[in-house]
């Protein structure tokens, strides 16, 4: 069975600190995609990251960075030099390549508090 | 730009009501998707569908149904609303296998 783990509920940072949020996903599949959404307090979700299970290379988008490791099923995703509007919840999420993803797992998410 | 637009943002229904919520996409987008988000557990899929009048359960369609008639828009149904169907609940679109584009969300209080 697929299953996404967030064992940080809550974290709370300074702005301009550096804060890692983990994320460690089961699966017996061989073909998967991983992913990583944005909750700001408005309520939609917002898509950050998509990454298939052969593509190991770690991602870095401006202060966000991606650290894929299959040894370990982790998925952990790295916000350099927070700021206020880095406050949201972050989920990350599991889908199997092979039933087209139309199942996407959802960890139960971790909430970020950037104060100023 | 993929906009996803729920029909409401805050909801208040009575227990036994037949409750309707609405989702429309404006992207041509084949697949569509229904979630609940509850504290705690993530979001968790109750419908999806893939292509007009095609709907397949997720992982907790019990208590709803789903109507799909265009393209466009989806519909999930509580048949007969009870308390513990309060929730946010999240629509999405996707294209293929590319990534879900999401609504601002239904947030549903059954009392």
């Known amino acids: 069975a697929q299953k996404v783990t967030q064992a940080q509920t809550e974290i709370s940072v300074v702005e301009k600190e550096d804060v890692t949020l983990d994320c460690v996903y089961e699966t017996r599949d061989t073909t998967y995609y991983l992913f990583w959404y944005k909750q700001p307090p408005s309520g939609e979700l917002v898509f950050l990251i998509r990454?298939?299970?052969?593509?190991?290379q770690n991602e870095i988008s401006g202060r966000y960075s991606w650290n894929f490791q299959k040894s370990t099923s982790s998925f952990n995703f790295t916000i350099t030099a927070s700021q206020v509007v880095d406050s949201a919840v972050y989920f990350c999420a599991l889908s199997d390549g092979n039933t087209g993803g139309f199942k996407t797992i959802f960890g139960a998410g971790t909430r970020l508090f950037v104060k100023a | 730009d993929v906009k996803v637009t729920q029909s409401s943002r805050y909801l208040v229904k009575r227990t036994g009501e037949k409750v309707f919520l609405e989702c429309v996409q404006d992207m041509d987008h084949e697949n569509m998707f229904w979630y609940r988000q509850d504290p705690g557990l993530g979001l968790r899929l109750i419908y999806f569908?893939?292509?007009?009048?095609?709907?397949e359960k997720g992982d907790i369609p019990e208590g709803y149904s789903v109507s799909r008639e265009k393209k466009e828009r989806f519909s999930l149904i509580l048949e007969s609303a009870s308390t513990n169907q309060t929730s946010m609940y999240l629509c999405a679109s996707r294209k293929g296998n590319q990534p879900q584009h999401f609504g601002d969300g239904t947030r549903l209080s059954i009392l």
């Open positions: 990454r298939n299970s052969f593509d190991e």
């Open positions: 569908s893939y292509d007009v009048k095609m709907k």
